[in-house]
């Protein structure tokens, strides 16, 4: 079945005390200072989507000890309950999701003394078509060498996401037609990055045209990120349906490659992937919004939403351009800095 998240709500779940947010089915841009719950939401929606599709745990473990083990792993608490949100007494967070199609939803519910399993009120009748993806701030190209059967036999102090995405990109790349189509999006990626990814005995390498391959470790790190998306899109796991979540594209790229990050972003979109990015760039943002009005006819739905704390948890604003929103504190920093730079150029 293919489907979208169309609406994410969350109580007294970590920083939030009652969001209820409808989401684009094509780019979904989450901004807000630190510790506002960007991240926070985007591993929430993965913890979800990848524990109900594919559960790693025994066969036989229900939903909710499968999304229970999945959001211990996922954002490593001491214990499950430490996810409700910080209040006097007792607690107990909530979490739906609701889906397009067939109005399927995922929705269960855990108190602040829960360990080991979810109280479970809905879940899929089947499973959602396309691979969930999460792309934490880190490359992991650089790892990859034998770390998921490290992972697998030790006790590591590594969210899940790091595990799951180098399962992913360990992956045969695709071949025939879905290699061709493939090709499309990869074009600006390996222009940025001057060259394919390939893989040769367990090691990623980048292969440039006239220069040989270079191990990962002597790619500039910004570059390994960029390196990351293009193998998922070569491998099929990122192309014509799926879900990527991507927590700060941005670190470590400069604005000339983020031009090339938000086109990837905004094919993807179009191609059938629901896209969720969690940013602190405002040059991101207003590259994505750059080609929504460019590309008016042909742009896939996209939306903005700023996430500002407050006393009473987290406020939010959703708009689909930025000068619907309030309480963007990147564009208000912006400004500010500008401001005080030409005081101190006046000044000199």
């Known amino acids: 079945m293919t489907s979208t998240i169309e609406r994410l709500r969350v109580k007294d779940f970590t920083v939030f005390s009652d969001l209820d947010l409808p989401l684009a089915s094509g780019i979904n841009v989450f901004a807000g200072e630190n510790g506002a719950g960007k991240s926070h939401l985007l591993k929430a929606m993965y913890s979800v989507l990848s524990a109900d599709q594919t559960p790693r745990d025994s066969l036989s473990a229900t939903l909710g000890k499968q999304l229970a083990a999945k ?130 005995g ?38 014509d349906s799926g879900f990527l979540f991507w927590d700060e594209p941005e670190a470590n790229l400069n604005p000339r490659v983020l031009r090339h990050v938000a086109r990837t972003i905004s094919q993807l979109a179009r191609s059938g992937v629901q896209v969720f990015v969690g940013t602190h760039s405002l040059y991101l943002m207003k590259e994505l919004e750059i080609l929504k009005r460019n590309e008016a006819g042909d742009f896939p739905p996209m939306q903005f939403v700023t996430l500002s704390p407050g006393e009473d948890g987290v406020r939010t604003t959703v708009g689909q351009y930025l000068e619907e929103l309030e309480h963007l504190a990147i564009l208000d920093e912006s400004l500010a800095q500008s401001d005080r730079y030409l005081d101190a150029v006046t000044e000199a």
């Not at 191990?215 to 998922?232: D, F, N, T």
Request: positive net charge; aromatic residues 8%.
């Open 71 to 200: 959001l211990v792993n996922v954002f490593r608490p001491e214990s499950l309950g430490r996810l409700v949100r910080r209040r006097v007494g007792r607690g107990r967070a909530e979490l739906d999701l609701k889906f397009s199609g067939d109005q399927q939803r995922v929705s269960f519910s855990f108190a602040t003394n829960s360990q080991s399993e979810v109280n479970v009120e809905h879940r899929l009748s089947k499973p959602l078509t396309g691979t969930p993806v999460y792309l934490p701030t880190r490359e992991l190209l650089t790892i990859y060498p034998g770390f998921v059967s490290l992972y697998e036999r030790t006790s590591l102090e590594f969210e899940e996401t790091w595990r799951d995405s180098c399962v992913l990109l360990g992956l045969p790349l695709s071949r025939g037609p879905r290699q061709e189509r493939a090709k499309k999006l990869l074009a600006p990626l390996e222009d940025s990055l001057g060259g394919s990814v390939v893989e040769e």
């Open 202 to 239: 367990g090691r990623f390498y980048l292969k440039v045209p006239g220069g040989g391959k270079y191990e990962m470790p002597l790619v500039a790190e910004g570059m390994r990120k960029l390196a990351m998306l293009a193998r998922l899109i070569a491998n099929g796991t990122l192309f």
